[in-house]
């Protein structure tokens, strides 16, 4: 298909869980890895980007599963910019099996941000030709992952950043905070299988920093989860859905 971006990946032991399947942040990881893919072919590769004082941050993550991808699997990820939306962009996928058949989509929204002054830029302000692909669309520009009031949330653990889980931007990765909900769940909750994953970041995490996790009840199918720092500002919001 023109003007979208598919790579093919094995999924290797390190990658999966106690359950041979995929991890959800492994998934989010190959998902990043196939935008960073898209985006460099189309010209404005890393150092480019570095150049001109410029990154990409991710603000918004809709992921639905029919399964999650098995040890020694080869997936195929498809990828594409579906255009602007204000100051954002939009970025579907789909995620294919052996046997071409799908089982996982996304729909994602970034935004381009200035590095030094950590400001949101206007699309016009990109200085590289990338082309819109209007053929598919994986669903609706996603909504911002909020919580209701009426949502109990309470305590579940607290971790701090490490090297482990920074990026090349000195702060924690993306992929890294679908951990900080799995490991909130109860041994029972994990034996279940994922549906669905949505996550809006809200203020990225550096090194150092302590991250106070909490979550709801399993209600209805659905955990949802915050990150927040000690003073109650809050890193992300975000749910899983589990199958029935």
Not at 175 to 202: K, N, S
């Amino acid at each position: 298909m023109g003007n979208t971006w598919t790579v093919e990946h094995l999924i290797y032991s390190n990658e999966i869980d106690y359950k041979a399947t995929c991890r959800l942040s492994n998934l989010l990881s190959l998902m990043q890895r196939a935008a960073d893919g898209d985006v460099e072919h189309m010209g404005g590769t890393r150092d480019q980007m570095v150049a001109h004082n410029m990154g990409w941050m991710l603000t918004t993550i809709d992921l639905v599963c029919e399964r999650m991808p098995k040890f020694n699997e080869i997936v195929t990820i498809t990828t594409w910019n579906k255009g602007t939306k204000g100051p954002l962009w939009l970025r579907d996928f789909r995620i294919f099996d052996e046997s071409n058949q799908e089982i996982a989509k996304a729909c994602t929204l970034w935004a381009l941000v200035d590095t030094d002054k950590r400001k949101v830029l206007r699309p016009s302000a990109y200085p590289f030709e990338i082309n819109p692909y209007s053929e598919d669309s994986v669903g609706p520009v996603p909504d911002k992952m909020n919580i209701s009031d009426e949502v109990e949330l309470y305590d579940s653990y607290t971790m701090t950043v490490h090297y482990s889980g920074i990026d090349s931007n000195g702060h924690l990765n993306n992929a890294r905070y679908a951990d900080l909900c799995m490991d909130a769940l109860t041994v029972e909750e994990l034996d279940q299988a994922i549906h669905g994953f949505h996550i809006t970041y809200h203020h990225e995490a550096k090194m150092g920093e302590v991250i106070h996790i909490l979550r709801s009840d399993l209600t209805d199918g659905v955990i949802y989860f915050r990150g927040q720092s000690q003073d109650g500002s809050r890193y992300y919001d975000a749910c899983l859905r589990m199958m029935d």
